[in-house]
Structure formats: C-alpha cells, structure tokens
C-alpha cells in the first residue's frame, strides 16, 4: 500500500508594503491632511490682513516671495511650499481615492441604512473633497495666474485683485461654497487624522471633538469674512 504524500505547505505570504497596506493608505492621507490643516491656519491669517488696507495686504504677498531671502533667492521658499502643498494634495488624494474604492469592492451593496451616528461631514467627506479640489483649481487661475480673474489682474497687487474677485456674484458663491466645503472637510478630518495616528482615545475624545469643531469653525468663519467684507464695503 503506498504511504499518502505530505501535501506541500502552501508558499509563505509576502508581507504588505506600507503604501499597500490600509493603514499605511489612512496614515499618508492623515499626514498628508495635517499638513495641509497646518497651511490653511497660516493661509487665513494671512488673509485677514486684508483688513488693515492696501499696503500691508500687498506686503505680505511682497513678503511671500521674498522669505529667505538673501539665503534663498525671490520666490524659491514660496515654491517649496506650493511643492510640498500640491504633493500633499496628491497624496491625500491618491489615498483617498484607493481606500474609497477598496471600502466598495469590500462591501459592493452598500449599506441599507446609515450608520448611527455618522455625521453630515462624514457622508459627504467624498464630495467636500471634490469640491474643495475643483476650488483649488479656480482659485490659483483666479488669483495667482490671473487667467479667470475678474478685470485687469495686477502682478503684485493681492489687495486689488481680492477686491475684483469678491465684487462678483459668482467669486463670491465659489468661495463661500468651497469653505463650507473645507470646513466639514476639517471638522471631520482632524478626527479622523488623530485616530489615524493613534491620538484618540476614550479619555480624550471630547478634547479631540472640540479642537476638530473650533478649528473648522475658525478657519470657515475667517475665510468667509473676507468676502463678506467686501460684499458690505468694509475692504474696498
């Protein structure tokens, strides 16, 4: 009688990547949105020099360009953040994208009914972030390449080209939409960032909650005054 052969131990898995991995897809995109949390709280002190008039809004945008100076020469620190921004972009959104699209492979139905407590913010993380990519589009061709600007662009001159911007309907409407937009994205994202990276917990939950909505509300209430201001004739 012939002895059963041994079955051959099936070949040993290779270990996931970082990149590959869930969690590394979720800790890129919780990075990669801190960073750009970290831009858009120094994005919106900046604007709201817009109030202390002409000559102070157009010299910090002078200032943009020449810091580092004379180590770095005009404009090279402005484009280091701009590269380091827009990888951030791309990687937040590349991630976001391919955990997406994994969520739906892993359960094709979808869900029958909302999870209990999901927020507005959390349902529609996917179309704030459409929305906020779009509005980075138009918002560079508007007031950095002049190309969709409103009237005459001026090279060097943010306050007057805010001021034309926010004079239309329709720059207006953009803005306020897309700040909205920001701000559920912020309320939820920061939540989401510190579980990510393992900050959360039980004990610090409320803390996490309440640093999640007063940053979204500060950023979109100082974002959208700007607007606001111009609309009532207070910047001019």
């Known amino acids: 009688m012939a002895l059963a052969t041994k079955a051959a131990p099936p070949p040993p898995t290779r270990p996931r990547g970082f990149w590959s991995s869930t969690i590394g897809k979720k800790t890129v995109m919780a990075v990669s949105g801190l960073l750009m949390l970290g831009y858009l709280v120094a994005h919106v002190m900046g604007n ?19 810091m580092g100076a004379p180590v770095l020469h005009y404009s090279w620190a402005l484009w280091l953040v701009r590269i380091v921004l827009v990888a951030a972009v791309v990687a937040h959104a590349v991630s976001a994208y391919q955990l997406s699209r994994r969520d739906i492979k892993a359960r094709p139905t979808g869900y029958v009914h909302r999870r209990k407590g ?35 662009f001026q090279e060097g001159r943010p306050y007057e080209n805010v001021v034309d911007t926010f004079s239309t309907w329709y720059g207006n409407v953009i803005y306020i939409v897309a700040m909205l937009a920001v701000g559920l994205h912020v309320r939820h994202g920061f939540w989401s960032a510190a579980q990510t990276l393992g900050v959360g917990s039980a004990r610090r939950e409320r803390l996490l909650k309440a640093l999640a909505n007063g940053l979204a509300l500060v950023l979109t209430v100082g974002f959208i005054s700007v607007p606001v201001a111009v609309m009532t004739g207070v910047v001019s």
């Open 118 to 152: 999901s927020s507005y913010a959390t349902r529609t993380m996917r179309w704030g972030g459409i929305i906020v990519a779009l509005f980075i589009v138009w918002h560079v061709l508007d007031l950095t390449t002049g190309t969709v600007h409103p009237g005459g």
């Open 48 to 66: 709201l020099k817009v109030f202390f008039g002409p000559a102070e809004f157009n010299e910090y945008g002078h200032w943009l360009r020449t």
